[in-house]
């Protein structure tokens, strides 16, 4: 009896509704089910071959995101066609078509077991996750295979130029909003951004690039706390790190310890090194935010050296808080991103962040291009290298 009244309580008790984000939320991941087709019998009698199964595609498309995928395949579920088997009149069995599903550019697959498959980095791009198996000849007794089936997890990363890190209520989403035609919801509280934001920084010569605003880090995300690898996963696709950092510093809650501007810096290397040690050989700036409050420019004087030799400031800081290897910047900005015109400009303007935004990764961009260029000789190279070998054996 009390059992009954407990499901008849619970029965009536009004739900809270979700909220809108739950309800429309960002998604980088889903998990699906992919089934390849079987290959198709042979035909002993005339040596037959059947026909073979067919793939399980991915395809990369740029317009696309996952919450889409989801849209267009409810059941997530993935099955390629069987091959046909072999007869009188099709002595090799036609084979089966493949299953194909359009994905977001940026989206990496993992099988259960944590193996990856394959990254989609390129529109276009394609990548057989699940692949048939082969019809029936006479080295498997005519009989045709099955193909594969697993679950699969496709991981999306998002692929910016530049990528926003810094601590919940720091100002990242009023750069994006500033600096592009990005809307994100902007408010006096922390953690008001809940999923990654992309905009687009315009140039009047039509150049364009996208900056990545992601939900705020706290200490401890490299071991997944707050919104953790959900979100610091993104960061390891962009080309240009930009750190955003409230002068006045940060506090979680009044049960954690005040961070001053250069504790928030030294913790934010710490948790990129400690997610991944990469991210700190990443081009970085960092931008000195609402420096219109009280007592800004004090602040911002007395660590701006410290910010330009972290690598000798940090030894001030406990081993637990010291990071290994020490962020680059290539160049340090006081800025209020959120002004009026009508006001009295404060630290640098919006334009010249954008433009030493562009500089810098065009800067960044030259080595690489210079090391395609050498491998592209070298390769060169060795190709007339090859011919002219070639050439003396048939002499």
Same mark, same amino acid.
């Given at each position: 009896m009390v059992w009954l009244n407990r499901v008849l309580l619970y029965a009536t008790k009004p739900k809270k509704p979700l909220?809108?984000?739950? =309800?429309?939320?960002?998604? $980088?991941s889903i998990r699906i089910y992919v089934k390849a087709g079987a290959g198709g019998h042979g035909l002993p009698k005339f040596g037959g071959i059947g026909g073979q199964g067919g793939n399980v595609v991915m395809i990369a498309d740029e317009n696309l995101? %996952?919450?889409?995928?989801?849209?267009? /395949?409810?059941?997530?579920?993935?099955?390629?066609?069987?091959?046909?088997?072999?007869?009188?009149?099709?002595?090799?069995?036609?084979?089966?078509a493949d299953a194909t599903m359009q994905v977001p550019v940026g989206v990496s697959v993992y099988t259960d077991e944590g193996k990856n498959l394959g990254e989609l980095n390129e529109a276009g791009q394609q990548l057989i996750v699940a692949r048939g198996g082969p019809g029936g000849h006479p080295k498997n007794g005519f009989l045709g295979v099955i193909g594969q089936a697993r679950s699969v997890r496709l991981?999306?990363?998002?692929?910016?130029?530049?990528? %926003?890190?810094?601590?919940?209520?720091?100002?990242?989403?009023?750069?994006? =909003?500033?600096?592009? /035609?990005?809307?994100?919801?902007?408010?006096?509280?922390?953690?008001?951004?809940?999923?990654?934001?992309?905009?687009?920084?315009?140039?009047?010569?039509?150049?364009?690039?996208?900056m990545a605003d992601l939900p705020g880090l706290i200490e401890g995300a490299h071991m997944n706390k707050g919104m953790g690898h959900r979100f610091l996963k993104h960061?390891?696709?962009?080309?240009?790190?930009?750190?955003?950092?409230?002068?006045?510093?940060?506090?979680l809650s009044p049960q954690h310890e005040h961070r001053n501007c250069l504790d928030t810096i030294v913790l934010?290397?710490?948790?990129?090194?400690?997610?991944?040690?990469?991210?700190?050989?990443?081009?970085?700036?960092?931008?000195?935010?609402?420096?219109?409050?009280?007592?800004?420019?004090?602040?911002?004087?007395?660590?701006?050296?410290?910010?330009?030799?972290? $690598?000798?400031?940090?030894?001030?800081?406990?081993?637990?808080?010291?990071?290994?290897?020490?962020? =680059?910047?290539d160049e340090i900005v006081p800025l209020v991103a959120k002004q009026r015109d009508d006001e009295p400009k404060i630290g640098a303007s919006i334009e010249y962040v954008k433009d030493r935004l562009r500089k810098l990764l065009d800067v960044h961009a030259l080595p690489d291009q210079?090391?395609?260029?050498?491998?592209?000789?070298?390769?060169?190279?060795?190709?007339e290298g090859e011919l002219v070998e070639r050439a003396r054996k048939l002499v």
């Open positions: 909220r809108a984000y739950k =309800k429309t939320g960002f998604l $980088d995101s %996952l919450n889409d995928v989801v849209k267009q /395949h409810k059941t997530k579920r993935l099955v390629a066609v069987n091959g046909k088997n072999s007869s009188h009149n099709f002595i090799l069995g036609p084979p089966g991981d999306l990363k998002l692929i910016a130029d530049i990528g %926003l890190v810094g601590f919940p209520n720091a100002g990242k989403s009023t750069l994006l =909003k500033a600096v592009s /035609h990005a809307r994100p919801k902007i408010a006096s509280y922390p953690f008001t951004t809940i999923k990654p934001n992309v905009g687009q920084l315009m140039y009047k010569d039509l150049r364009q690039i996208s960061v390891e696709r962009t080309k240009l790190l930009l750190l955003v950092v409230d002068i006045n510093g940060f506090q934010l290397n710490k948790e990129l090194e400690m997610y991944k040690k990469d991210l700190i050989d990443k081009p970085s700036m960092v931008i000195i935010n609402k420096m219109d409050s009280e007592g800004a420019q004090e602040k911002y004087n007395q660590v701006v050296d410290k910010i330009r030799h972290l $690598d000798e400031a940090i030894m001030d800081y406990p081993e637990e808080f010291r990071p290994e290897r020490t962020l =680059k910047f210079g090391k395609q260029i050498d491998e592209d000789v070298k390769l060169k190279s060795k190709l």
